[in-house]
Nanobody
């Protein structure tokens, strides 16, 4: 049983920052690529960022590049998404995911958290 638990969401004004955390239990964390996706009502889940399990390479959606960073600590089984200069369009439910493939595709991630809500007021 793999469990992912996100935290750190909330309400923030445009231009502000939030740091999301995701703690993973149940498997060898370092074997997995980790990713963040977000979703708003009526829309498909959207890729935000991913970090590989080797060399900690990262990829970001164009919409967040330069504003968001992602990091991981394999000893703590935790990944973080640092979100700066937030915009109203960043509003959504943010989901942490774990998978064997380092990619932007929802289908490459097998394990998912329950999500944490981010609301950016303009």
């Amino acid at each position: 049983q793999v469990e992912l638990v996100e935290s750190g969401g909330g309400l923030v004004q445009a231009g502000g920052s939030l740091r999301l955390s995701c703690v993973v239990s149940g498997r060898t964390f370092s074997d997995y690529a980790m990713a963040w996706f977000r979703q708003t009502p009526g829309k498909e889940r959207e890729f935000v960022a991913s970090i590989s399990w080797i060399k900690e390479n990262t990829i970001f959606a164009d919409s967040v590049k330069g504003r968001f960073t992602m990091s991981r600590d394999d000893t703590a089984n935790t990944v973080w998404l640092q979100m700066n200069d937030l915009k109203a369009e960043d509003t959504g439910d943010y989901f942490c995911a774990a998978g064997r493939r380092f990619s932007r595709q929802v289908t490459d991630y097998r394990f998912w958290g329950q999500g944490t809500q981010v609301t950016v007021s303009s």
